[in-house]
């Protein structure tokens, strides 16, 4: 059995307990109008939930990746008890102010699990934030992936370009 049985929803599960209990004497200290959680990892909404419950702080959940519906989530091989553990804990989606994700198609399936109301904020970039004058690229060629490449977002086809371009 992997690790992704015992440490639900990740293995920073083990920061939620003392992070809500660090951030619970900060924030009667020094309060602020909301708190935001990003994840995965998904512990930290379960960090936030807590604060919302505890102090009443409004709380918005930015949701980076899916947390059921990832492309692999059925790879990890969950037990029954596990999955229903994830999804139980998903519904934090519910008690959030709001929730935030980057792609539209991803909050229609965030509202679909109860989140109340979902924003999308794409990914992106600032144009500030590049060197000037920007790097020079390859005009014969270039290629650029931002993300990650895992087996259920493999593309065989484009290996097999790549590999062709480059025994020519």
């Known amino acids: 059995m992997g690790s992704q049985q015992f440490f639900i929803p990740d293995a920073r599960v083990w920061w939620v307990r003392p992070s809500v209990k660090f951030l619970k004497e900060y924030l009667r200290a020094k309060p602020v109008d909301a708190i935001i959680t990003t994840g995965p990892p998904h512990s930290m909404h379960l960090i936030g939930l807590e604060l919302k419950r505890a102090l009443g702080v409004k709380w918005i959940a930015d949701f980076r990746d899916p947390w059921t519906d990832i492309?692999?989530?059925?790879?990890?091989?969950?037990?029954?008890?596990?999955?229903?553990?994830?999804?139980?804990?998903?519904?934090?989606?519910?008690?959030?102010?709001?929730?935030?994700?980057?792609?539209?198609?991803?909050?229609?399936?965030?509202?679909?699990?109860?989140?109340?109301?979902?924003?999308?904020?794409?990914?992106?970039?600032?144009?500030?934030?590049?060197?000037?004058?920007?790097?020079?690229?390859?005009?014969?060629?270039?290629?650029?992936?931002?993300?990650?490449?895992?087996?259920?977002?493999?593309?065989?086809?484009?290996?097999?370009?790549?590999?062709?371009?480059?025994?020519?």
């Open 71 to 168: 492309d692999f989530y059925a790879q990890l091989k969950l037990t029954g008890r596990a999955d229903a553990k994830h999804k139980r804990l998903e519904e934090v989606l519910r008690e959030a102010d709001n929730v935030l994700t980057v792609s539209w198609h991803w909050a229609e399936d965030l509202q679909k699990l109860g989140a109340p109301a979902v924003d999308v904020i794409t990914n992106g970039y600032d144009p500030d934030d590049l060197p000037s004058p920007p790097e020079p690229v390859d005009e014969a060629y270039s290629l650029v992936h931002i993300g990650s490449l895992s087996p259920t977002r493999n593309a065989p086809e484009l290996w097999r370009a790549l590999k062709k371009i480059c025994d020519e």
